[in-house]
């Protein structure tokens, strides 16, 4: 018999934030302000896993808009480092960073369809 190592889910707790956190995605008007609610809501969720974790470490936790990766740096690296290896969190990070680059794709090609109309006002007609 294969003994394998335990695997922890934290799947009930991107559950419980799962409707807030697409309702703030939602509620996003500029590009720029997205990766801000990702990282206030992926905060929230390594917080319910590790409750003892400072404020501070929320600047740790990044979105890179261009392909959608999270990163993860510093003091909060290294208090996640087991959670990171023996559990789904990446996995729900990346789910929720998904979510998030839809949101960001969505604002930037609507805001360049907007662009385009401002220029079409501009112009005078002879």
Do not use: C, W
């Not at 929320?58 to 993860?72: A, C, F, M, Q, R």
């Not at 090609?109 to 385009?116: F, G, N």
């Amino acid at each position: 018999m294969i003994r394998r190592e335990k695997m922890y889910s934290y799947v009930k707790y991107e559950k419980e934030l799962e409707s807030d956190y697409r309702r703030a995605l939602d509620q996003v008007k500029r590009p720029e302000e997205v990766a801000d609610v990702f990282r206030e809501y992926a905060f929230k969720l390594v917080s319910m896993i590790y409750e003892d974790l400072s404020s501070d470490m929320k600047e740790h936790l990044k979105l890179t808009t261009d392909d959608g990766d999270v990163e993860i740096e510093g003091e909060l690296k290294e208090k996640l480092s087991e959670a990171l290896e023996k559990s789904d969190l990446m996995a729900i990070l990346k789910r929720m960073a998904q979510d998030a680059i839809n949101r960001y794709k969505k604002l930037k090609h609507d805001d360049e369809r907007t662009d385009l109309f401002r220029l079409g006002d501009n112009a005078r007609i002879h």
